[in-house]
């Protein structure tokens, strides 16, 4: 049993019509008003292998007005100026082995973990404590590095993930 607003909505939409994104997009502006935040999934056929390492599609993109979601990020990091920068740059929680100690014990809330280059020593043997949430840091989607700053306000505008399954 579809709702009212369901029901309208798809009959604004020709099932056996292709659109392009522009035409998709005044489709979707012309859908009857809804009680909840709405979201939009997008799937493309890019003809890539994914078995083929060099044919990966992964990347972040920033979102222009964010998502609306305030982002809690936790910087590990020992002392200093880069703690310093790092709670100018808007991180909620800043620290090294009071919060790797809170960590192990199952503490994890937080949306968004950055650490330096020196702490990832130390930040590794929390993998089985963040990984599965997928809090880990990771150096390849910028998460590892010295400049706290940009790390935690790229985080703060919230980006977007992408990448082939």
Not at 27 to 42: C, G, N, R, S
Not at 91 to 101: L, M, N, P, S, T
């Amino acid at each position: 049993m579809s709702s009212k607003r369901y029901r309208k909505a798809l009959e604004s939409v020709d099932p056996s019509k292709r659109y392009t994104l522009d035409e998709a997009v005044d489709v979707l502006k012309k859908f009857p008003a809804t009680k909840f935040d709405q979201t939009v999934e997008i799937a493309m056929k890019l003809g890539v292998d994914p078995r083929q390492s060099d044919q990966m599609v992964r990347g972040t993109v920033p979102l222009p007005h964010g998502s609306g979601k305030n982002v809690r990020v936790l910087v590990f990091t020992q002392g200093g100026e880069s703690e310093e920068a790092a709670k100018a740059a808007g991180a909620e929680h800043v620290g090294f082995d009071e919060y790797i100690k809170k960590c192990n014990e199952g503490w994890v809330d937080f949306d968004v973990a950055i650490a330096t280059p020196e702490a990832m020593a130390e930040v590794r043997k929390l993998g089985r404590v963040l990984g599965p949430r997928g809090l880990m840091p990771n150096p390849k989607t910028g998460d590892s590095h010295r400049r706290h700053s940009q790390s935690c306000e790229g985080s703060e505008s919230r980006s977007c993930g992408i990448q082939n399954r």
